[in-house]
């Protein structure tokens, strides 16, 4: 695993996971980590473009 | 993959201006370099340059929140913060790395790194302070450690961040959860039951305008219809409206009392932050705490207890003393501010949750027409908001931030404030009188409650349903997450496994080298433990039985040898086509015996790699200089604020024992051999195995040394031997026995040219027992009953062949 950013884009063509939230882990992915910020960003969006669809 | 050719530091860390440049070329080829300098000579800004052009940051640094802003020297203007590494291979050519200071972690690149790190996918640098965090860390710790010895660096760095983000998400599903639960407790007051489901809140809703003679709903979005209707109904009649409004302010004052007074705990909290902050200075040395903690452990550890560990400098004292009482005071001061820290915690929840009450009863408060003494207290709300959430972002820093002239007093002082606190029971009395007298009539009481309640119950089970679905949500993409984090932290584990297994058998002929008389230890391994994310055991075999965690039984030096195994055998296996290694004052680790072992073990398996070595050792300088003479040596001899490192070429100590006698230095150049030569005397006598007349300080003077070496040699090849001849004629020359008693002493009483003479005839002496071929002393070895004077590779030197005869 000396190549993190290979594994993710492996792991969002496999089928494997659910396909939003690994395409969003994969664009938090960057050469200095993952960015927590921005993902639980992505995840106040949702929860509210949710409950706005209703 | 080539050499480096040349690297030049500008304007990093401790090199300024002009660049810091270390060119590898000597004669037609490309060497590897041995740097010597004291602590404090910018060695380690080489390292810090190079990691930061290999990764884009210095780990180190990091995990002590200096970033990028930390990394160029303080004078250096634009432009003038750099690395520049030229190498060999064409394909690579010449990499410079700038630093920004409009983009602090976006340096200006030139030249392919990418390809450079395409070949670097493991860290070829070592620093000391790599080593002993090794040693001393904890399961989880040394797996990250390894880890990043293997270059897995930014695999874990995402692991981590995964983890962090975990935590993030379980708070804020239980926060939803938390939320929950206000939604339930409202529903419950106005229906006596839980909320279950729609058809559940229909029938109830029902039951209310059934009695109001409203026509029952069927679905959930005639609801507020309904409501619409109810509240027509109210508005009709003005008394009822009345009620509707007070009863209103009724439910927000009961929400918001009681509240909190904190007053007093300000109070105590402003006097215990002025007391604290009284000795600013003492404040500021809060930071040394963990380095009185370290030092007193490295001391406690290498047993040297008048010398800095830090500096090298030496202590009139006891040391260890020294820095516990300064280590005692600072704990102290550590455990008060701990204490204050946990009052303003405190006080910054208690701060927050009244804010939030004023917040609600504000907002719902906002349209309507108010008589006193709500309209006062309403007011008092507005006024008392800005002055909490004053205190509030004060309380929030770290308490070093808190500012000590910040008065929290005044800002909750006030008579607002106060008011707030105190008008509890006039407010409660004045709405339940105005209630009471509105609700005589029975059918105005019956229709303004079942209009609240039915309002109410729409607003409470429309959040609740809002917050299930949230809540249901985020468990799916939690889930789904955990699933990812979960087989990304398995395939890093399989990574890391897999580079254990690929380095065992290096890792264990590098430890074999480094530990070749601990003839019961063997076999060194590193163990994932499976059932964690991150933890790491080492295994030896000791006495033949596998010993897990080998910590029971390695010393801390045997450690520092696992470790350098594992960076060693790592490099070796992972950086294939990048032949070239940073080793920074890593022989620090070492016990003095044991250091030589290293460089055999460079020697043995690492002929073929160019080496940066840094080290502030001079006596082991000369040894590697003796295995390695065609390295480059420099000599960083001091180290200026405006101009970085002053660097001069390396010199050993015969060179320097020279120089002073050129410069007609008796008493720097008969020091300089003195130590010299007890270190090479008691190196001999090791090797000979003669007996030193035993003292109970275990310090030898030069006379007491030189005797057991003479009468080991004496013993061994006879009177008559050539060698041995030339040293009874150094030891019984008048000039070397002077200068045995004197030459510690500061004002010597011998001459330039007498040094000269004895230095001489022992250079003499030296070249005849130094073997021409592995550059290593004799020794004394009994084989088959067969008694050797003779190197280790017995092939250039055999002190008991005749032509010494």
Redesign the interface.
């Known amino acids: 695993m000396r190549y993190p950013i290979k594994w993710f884009e492996g792991a969002i063509n496999s089928g494997k996971y659910k396909k939003e939230v690994i395409a969003e882990i994969r664009a938090c992915i960057s050469e200095d980590g993952f960015n927590v910020g921005k993902f639980m960003h992505w995840l106040s969006v949702q929860l509210e473009k949710d409950i706005g669809d209703d | 993959m080539g050499e480096v050719q040349k690297i030049a530091i500008s304007g990093f860390r401790g090199v300024n201006t002009p660049p810091l440049e270390l060119d590898f070329k000597k004669e037609h080829s490309f060497q590897s370099m041995m740097i010597y300098g004291r602590n404090g000579t910018g060695k380690s800004s080489i390292v810090d340059a190079w990691e930061w052009l290999c990764s884009?940051?210095i780990e180190y640094l990091a995990r002590e929140g200096a970033g990028p802003q930390a990394y160029p020297h303080k004078e250096a203007s634009e432009g003038q913060t750099y690395i520049e590494v030229e190498f060999t291979d064409g394909e690579i050519g010449k990499i410079k790395m700038e630093y920004d200071p409009n983009r602090i972690?976006q340096p200006k690149i030139k030249g392919n790194l990418s390809k450079l790190r395409e070949r670097i996918?493991h860290p070829c640098h070592l620093r000391y302070r790599d080593l002993t965090e090794f040693v001393y860390e904890r399961k989880a710790e040394k797996y990250e450690i390894l880890s990043r010895f293997m270059?897995?660096a930014?695999?874990l760095?995402?692991q981590?961040?995964?983890q962090?983000?975990a935590g993030?998400?379980e708070q804020?599903l239980k926060s939803l959860q938390r939320d929950g639960d206000r939604p339930v407790e409202e529903y419950r007051e106005a229906s006596g039951e839980e909320p279950k489901d729609i058809g559940s809140f229909i029938k109830i809703v029902n039951i209310i305008l059934n009695r109001q003679g409203i026509v029952p709903v069927r679905e959930l979005a005639e609801v507020e219809t309904s409501i619409e209707k109810l509240r027509e109904q109210v508005e009709k009649d003005e008394r009822s409206q009345k009620l509707s409004l007070w009863k209103g302010i009724q439910g927000i004052i009961n929400r918001f009392y009681p509240v909190e007074d904190i007053r007093s705990n300000i109070s105590e909290f402003q006097r215990d932050l002025i007391a604290f902050k009284r000795d600013e200075e003492e404040v500021s040395k809060l930071i040394l705490v963990d380095l009185y903690e370290k030092g007193i452990e490295a001391i406690e550890s290498l047993k040297i207890y008048d010398k800095c560990p830090l500096c090298d400098q030496s202590y009139k004292g006891n040391l260890i003393e020294h820095i516990k009482s300064k280590h005692g005071h600072l704990d102290e001061l550590s455990k008060r501010r701990n204490e204050l820290d946990a009052k303003r915690k405190k006080l910054l929840s208690s701060s927050d949750e009244v804010i939030g009450k004023i917040d609600f009863a504000s907002s719902n408060l906002e349209e309507k027409e108010l008589e006193p003494p709500v309209m006062q207290f309403k007011e008092n709300l507005i006024k008392v908001k800005p002055l909490l959430e004053d205190c509030k972002g004060m309380l929030g820093k770290k308490i070093e931030n808190v500012d000590k002239e910040f008065n929290f007093i005044t800002k909750v002082g006030t008579k607002e404030y106060k008011s707030l606190l105190e008008s509890k029971s006039e407010i409660k009395e004045k709405i339940l009188r105005q209630v009471e007298i509105l609700e005589k009539d029975e059918l105005r009481k019956s229709l303004v409650g079942d209009f609240q309640r039915t309002n109410n119950l729409q607003k409470s089970f429309t959040n609740w349903t809002?917050l299930n679905?949230?809540i249901e949500?985020?468990e799916?993409?939690k889930n789904?997450?955990e699933?990812?984090r979960g087989?990304?932290v398995e395939?890093?584990k399989?990574?890391?496994q897999a580079s254990f297994d690929t380095i065992s058998s290096d890792l264990a002929k590098y430890f074999k080298t480094l530990e070749k008389d601990s003839e019961v230890i063997a076999d060194p391994k590193i163990k994932l433990i499976s059932e964690k994310d991150k933890a790491v055991e080492l295994e030896i075999i000791f006495g033949g039985d596998p010993i897990s965690p080998a910590y029971k039984i390695l010393s801390e030096s045997q450690l520092n040898s696992f470790g350098l195994s594992i960076f060693l055998a790592s490099i070796k296996n992972f950086n294939t086509d990048f032949k070239f290694i940073i080793l920074d004052d890593v022989i620090n680790s070492f016990d003095a015996y044991k250091r030589p072992r290293v460089i055999d073990l460079l020697k043995e398996y690492f002929s073929d790699y160019q080496i940066l070595l840094l080290t502030h050792d001079s006596i082991w300088l000369d040894r590697l200089q003796r295995s390695f003479p065609q390295w480059i040596r420099k000599h960083f001899y001091g180290w200026d604020y405006a101009l970085g490192p002053r660097v001069e070429p390396g010199k050993n100590s015969y060179e320097q024992i020279e120089e002073f006698l050129a410069k007609d230095n008796p008493t720097e150049a008969g020091r300089t051999f003195g130590v010299y030569l007890k270190w090479i005397l008691q190196l001999l006598c090791e090797n000979l195995e003669a007996s030193v007349k035993y003292n109970r300080q275990n310090e030898y003077t030069l006379s007491e040394l030189c005797q057991a070496f003479r009468e080991r040699m004496k013993k061994k090849l006879k009177e008559n031997h050539s060698v041995v001849k030339l040293i009874l004629d150094f030891e019984y020359d008048s000039g070397f026995r002077n200068f045995c008693v004197h030459w510690k002493e500061p004002e010597t009483p011998y001459t330039s040219s007498e040094i000269k003479e004895i230095f001489e005839k022992w250079k003499t002496i030296e070249s005849e027992i130094e073997c021409p071929n592995c550059n290593k002393f004799i020794r004394y070895e009994k084989v088959n009953g067969h008694e050797h004077i003779s190197c280790p590779c017995r092939e250039g030197l055999n002190l008991k062949s005749d032509e010494y005869y």
């Open positions: 884009g940051k972690t996918p270059g897995f930014n695999a760095n995402i981590n961040d995964l962090t983000c993030r998400l804020e809002r679905k949230k949500m985020l799916e993409i789904s997450y699933k990812i087989d990304y395939e890093t399989r990574g890391v």
